[in-house]
């Protein structure tokens, strides 16, 4: 069965820096996009980053120049590098890889739990 698990999530002022994690485990055969998706109370889910499997990423207009993905391939994991974090980012952040199971060999979408990000003023 496989799983994504997020880390790295807290309280940080205005103008601060968070690193989030998130490894997939399980019987993976190969994982394609991974990505952040981010949700505030009273506000959609919307998409933060993404990253292909060769390293190429996109990232909302919100966060451009401020959030950086990166990925291990190794370890199954990708990074969420956030800087300059304003008031606004703070919401739930969530961790989605597209991968394929090594048996049956089909691709699904997973998310994670969710890790909580507070930013104060």
């Known amino acids: 069965q496989v799983q994504l698990v997020e880390s790295g999530g807290g309280l940080v002022q205005a103008g601060g820096s968070l690193r989030l994690s998130c490894a997939a485990s399980?019987?993976?055969?190969?994982?394609?996009?991974m990505g952040w998706y981010r949700q505030a109370p009273g506000k959609q889910r919307e998409l933060v980053t993404t990253?292909?499997?060769?390293?190429?990423?996109n990232y909302a207009d919100s966060v451009k120049g401020r959030f950086t993905i990166s990925r291990d391939n190794a370890k199954n994991t990708v990074y969420l590098q956030m800087n300059s974090l304003k008031p606004e980012d703070t919401a739930v952040y969530y961790c989605?890889?597209?991968?394929?199971?090594?048996?049956?060999?089909?691709?699904?979408?997973?998310w994670g739990q969710g890790t909580q990000v507070t930013v104060s003023s």
């Open positions: 399980g019987s993976i055969g190969s994982i394609n996009a």
């Open positions: 990253i292909t499997e060769g390293g190429s990423a």
């Open positions: 989605n890889a597209e991968l394929t199971v090594a048996w049956p060999n089909r691709t699904y979408t997973y």
